[in-house]
C-alpha cells in the first residue's frame, strides 16, 4: 500500500511540474491586428500578382493627423511596416518595378500623398527608414470617404489599383 501512495504521489508530481514547465502564455489580441490584402482577391485563385501584409491601427477618436503627421514618413499602418510582393514584373503608380517584397512607406501631405517602396525589409515603424533605400516614389491620387474608416484599411480594385484608406482619406495606386 505504501508502495502505491509513494508512486501515485511521484506520478501527482511528475505532472504538476510538468505542467508548470511546458504551459504556454499566449498574448492577447493585438490592438492594430494584421491583415493581407491581394490581387486576385479571390481566394480560389492561387496565382497571385500582388500581396500587402499591413497591421491596421484604429482612429477610437483619435486625430489621423497626429498618427500619420503631415510631411514625414509613415509606415502605412502600425507596428511594423506593411510589406507589399509582387509575385511578377509590374508597374507601380507609373514606374517599373520587379517582381520581389518590399516595405510600403508614404508621406501624408494635403492635397498628395507620396508612396514609397523601399528595399528595407522587417522594419518596425519607420524609425530606421532611409530614402537611400528608395525603389520607387510616386504620388497616390487623393480623394475623400464620405464614411469615416476607422480601421485602417487596403484594398484592390478588379482593375489592380491599390486602395489605402484611413478616417475620409483615401488613396489610390495604380498597379499594371
Not at 31 to 37: L, Q
Not at 95 to 111: D, M, R, T
Amino acid at each position: 500500500m505504501k508502495k502505491n501512495v509513494l508512486v501515485i504521489a511521484l506520478f501527482a508530481m511528475a505532472v504538476l511540474f510538468s505542467n508548470e514547465t511546458t504551459a504556454q502564455k499566449f498574448e492577447g489580441l493585438d490592438k492594430s491586428p494584421m491583415d493581407a490584402a491581394s490581387f486576385p482577391s479571390n481566394y480560389k485563385i492561387s496565382d497571385k500578382i500582388v500581396k500587402v501584409v499591413y497591421s491596421r491601427p484604429q482612429l477610437n477618436g483619435r486625430s489621423m493627423a497626429k498618427l500619420a503627421p503631415a510631411g514625414k514618413v509613415w509606415r502605412l499602418g502600425a507596428n511594423e511596416a506593411a510589406e507589399i510582393t509582387f509575385y511578377k514584373d509590374v508597374i507601380f503608380g507609373g514606374k517599373k518595378v520587379k517582381a520581389g517584397s518590399y516595405s510600403l512607406f508614404a508621406i501624408p501631405n494635403e492635397g498628395n500623398w507620396t508612396v514609397i517602396l523601399s528595399t528595407a525589409k522587417n522594419v518596425w515603424g519607420s524609425y530606421f527608414y532611409k530614402q537611400e533605400e528608395d525603389v520607387v516614389r510616386v504620388k497616390g491620387e487623393l480623394m475623400s470617404s464620405m464614411a469615416n474608416i476607422n480601421a485602417f484599411s487596403m484594398t484592390f480594385d478588379k482593375d489592380m489599383n491599390l486602395f489605402m484608406g484611413w478616417g475620409n482619406t483615401i488613396v489610390k495606386v495604380s498597379i499594371k
